[in-house]
């Protein structure tokens, strides 16, 4: 398994600001994933973050505004830039923990609200 | 693209009863089939993974089986509690290298007392 930790856990931002979220795992992980859930909504994938290279985006979901950075195995953060309400969600990093099962451990999550 | 349906979308049911939870899936070409749990305002906690080659698996009071053929997952509850009581969500682990997920919408499980 895997222990997953987010900062910051909650945060309410104005909109046309920007927000680094930090996702931090307890051993080196090769795959670790961003997810978006909002309000009332199930689990939208927003992008793979690769080490040592560019993340890789899902559909509807673009770098500039999704900015990832992953410098290591066990840490990436996700940037929410030049928010709007509509970026009001819960953001979830998942990593695949082990070999051969790929089951997924996710993080707490980050609630965002964007007034 | 991988569609997943969860029904019911909500369910409340008295302490005691068994239930069960229900996954549909479009893609049959599927790696993997994880259930978890969230509890309101919460991550995710994962409760049982279920290999493509397997046709079910059991963890203490719950038991998930899968039927990758018909594109169907079921989640079997035993003598519910009202700590049972969060959204129960599906995934489908999708074949290919990036191993996403992609999640059904959930079932909000209430337990009564």
């Known amino acids: 398994s895997a222990v997953i930790s987010q900062k910051p856990s909650r945060d309410i931002c104005q909109r046309g600001t920007s927000l680094t979220i930090q996702c931090q795992v307890d051993s080196q992980v090769t795959m670790m994933f961003w997810y978006r859930q909002q309000p009332g909504q199930s689990l939208t994938l927003i992008a793979t973050a690769n080490q040592g290279s560019e993340a890789t985006y899902e559909s509807g979901f673009v770098i500039d505004k999704f900015p990832i950075s992953r410098p290591n195995l066990t840490f990436s953060t996700l940037t929410v830039s030049n928010m709007s309400p509509e970026d009001s969600s819960i953001y979830l990093c998942?990593?695949?923990?082990?070999?051969?099962?790929?089951?997924?451990?996710f993080g707490p999550g980050t609630r965002l609200t964007v007034t | 693209k991988q569609e997943v349906t969860q029904i019911p979308a909500a369910l409340s049911v008295p302490e005691g009863e068994n239930l069960v939870l229900n996954c549909s899936f479009t893609?049959?070409?599927?790696?993997?089939l994880q259930w978890f749990r969230q509890d309101p305002g919460k991550g995710l906690t994962s409760l049982l993974l279920?290999?493509?080659?397997?046709r079910e698996q059991t963890s203490g009071r719950l038991n998930a089986s899968l039927d990758k053929s018909s594109g169907r997952s079921t989640l079997y509850i035993a003598a519910s509690q009202p700590g049972d009581s969060a959204t129960y969500l599906c995934a489908v682990g999708n074949s290919g290298s990036a191993r996403q997920l992609t999640f059904g919408s959930g079932t909000q499980l209430t337990v009564l007392p």
């Open positions: 998942s990593v695949v923990a082990g070999t051969g099962s790929y089951e997924q451990y």
């Open positions: 893609d049959s070409a599927i790696y993997n």
């Open positions: 279920i290999q493509s080659s397997q």
